[in-house]
Nanobody
Framework: QVRFVESGGGLVQPGGSLRLSCVASGSISTIYVMGWYRQAPGKQRELVAYHTTDYSINYADSVKGRFTISRDNAKNTVYLQMNSLKPEDTAVYYC???????????????WGQGTQVTVSS
């Protein structure tokens, strides 16, 4: 069993900042990738950023230069620092991870419950 605790969402004015956190716990052997997706009302879920164990990082074009993803492997935690927020960043943000559980050989993808980010004046 794998569980996520997400935090840091909320309401912020345009130009403001928020920091999201996601802690993974449970019967975890290896976390290969941790990242964030988001889904705005009426739109498909889209990748925001991901961070692999060997420090390969990728961002969606729409957030490059404004968002920064980081990981603390010892704490099974991924962060998303969001600066210069825009109204179009409003969405539910989901933590995502590719994890191999203890006593298994195949990794699987897991999702957090989501945290709401609203950018509005």
């Amino acid at each position: 069993q794998v569980r996520f605790v997400e935090s840091g969402g909320g309401l912020v004015q345009p130009g403001g900042s928020l920091r999201l956190s996601c802690v993974a716990s449970g019967s975890i052997s290896t976390i290969y990738v941790m990242g964030w997706y988001r889904q705005a009302p009426g739109k498909q879920r889209e990748l925001v950023a991901y961070h692999t164990t060997d420090y390969s990082i990728n961002y969606a074009d729409s957030v490059k230069g404004r968002f920064t993803i980081s990981r603390d492997n010892a704490k099974n935690t991924v962060y998303l620092q969001m600066n210069s927020l825009k109204p179009e960043d409003t969405a539910v943000y989901y933590c995502n991870a590719v994890i191999r559980k203890i006593a298994t050989t195949t990794p699987s993808t897991y999702w957090g419950q989501g945290t709401q980010v609203t950018v509005s004046s």
